[in-house]
């Protein structure tokens, strides 16, 4: 405001040159610097979220943005901060979506059994155990499978190997093939030790299926499916057999040590007897059907 030079009125006062005030450090409350920003980012990057933000994520998934700010503004003490911390993470769960944020070292394990011998070698992973051999490759993950010796401070790995597997700079996809890979190990294992145990039922209305298996179990022949005189012959993956059941009419036992082969022979069997033909599914309901499934002399 310029002054007037007069003793009285509107502006009244002596005409003076304002001078420029060097701004205080309180001005600059709540402003983000670039130093911080970046220490910052680089402990999310090395620490993670915390707890409490893990929770209020977990929270905005499922679409409870009031709860979250509750839980927020409990842990942070007023509301505002409980408002920006809200609006922070669901800017790292946006992130997180479109692949920006990436972790520096993801990983995940196993235990291996003592009875069990696994090899690894060129992210080609070969089980040995009581009842066989399997092996699996990985060579289209860009992974690091190793073998390390379990800790003496944990019971579950104390005295046996347990299988790593690594990923760095992951993204999302990255992430969710490292449980993959575990879960295919672990079936590997579950193979070599227990096997697998696939049941089937013949379900049919009118005309009965008739089966027959040949080749000491590694062939089913499907026979008066719909009345039809079309033999269906089912060939079985490698070390696979088919036996039927004792106690249960019109029902198949598939037996093997690999998992993904007994639930391929499965569905090679299943989708012989695919109705086909214009026929209505709602009422041509006849087929071989998947009824059970688990590890032999037990369901999973």
Do not use: W
């Not at 090395?46 to 979250?68: F, M, N, Q, T």
């Not at 010796?149 to 993204?171: I, L």
């Not at 990255?174 to 049941?199: D, M």
């Not at 209305?205 to 000491?216: G, Q």
Request: with cysteine; net charge positive.
């Amino acid at each position: 405001m310029v002054k007037t030079g007069l003793a009285a009125g509107l502006n009244k006062g002596h005409v003076v040159t304002e001078r420029v005030v060097k701004p205080k450090p309180s001005a600059r409350k709540g402003f983000l610097g670039k130093h911080t920003k970046f220490v910052r980012d680089i402990v999310r990057e090395v620490a993670g979220l915390a707890p409490y933000e893990k929770r209020i994520c977990e929270l905005l998934k499922i679409g409870k943005d009031k709860r979250a700010l509750k839980v927020a503004k409990r842990k942070l003490g007023t509301h505002l901060r409980g408002k920006k911390k809200r609006e922070e993470m669901m800017n790292v769960m946006r992130a997180q979506h479109q692949g920006a944020m990436k972790l520096l070292k993801s990983t995940n394990q196993l235990v291996i059994p003592n009875d069990v011998t696994i090899e690894v070698k060129g992210r080609c992973i070969r089980v040995k155990g009581p009842r066989g051999t399997l092996s699996r490759e990985f060579k289209h993950c860009a992974l690091d499978m190793f073998l390390v010796a379990g800790d003496a401070t944990n019971e579950k790995e104390k005295g046996r190997k347990v299988f790593k597997v690594e990923s760095h700079f992951t993204k999302r996809k990255q992430l969710a093939s490292l449980r993959t890979i575990v879960s295919h190990v672990q079936n590997l294992v579950l193979g070599v030790t227990k096997g697998f145990e696939y049941k089937m039922r013949m379900v049919y209305a009118h005309f009965p299926i008739n089966i027959n298996i040949a080749e000491k179990g590694t062939i089913v022949e499907v026979r008066n499916f719909l009345g039809e005189k079309r033999v269906r012959v089912v060939k079985m993956m490698p070390g696979i057999t088919v036996t039927r059941s004792e106690g249960v009419k019109d029902e198949l036992v598939f037996i093997g040590n690999d998992k993904d082969f007994v639930s391929r022979s499965c569905a090679h069997v299943s989708q012989s007897c695919a109705v086909k033909g214009g026929l209505d599914l709602r009422k041509f309901l006849d087929g071989i059907y998947v009824s059970e499934t688990g590890l032999i002399g037990g369901s999973q």
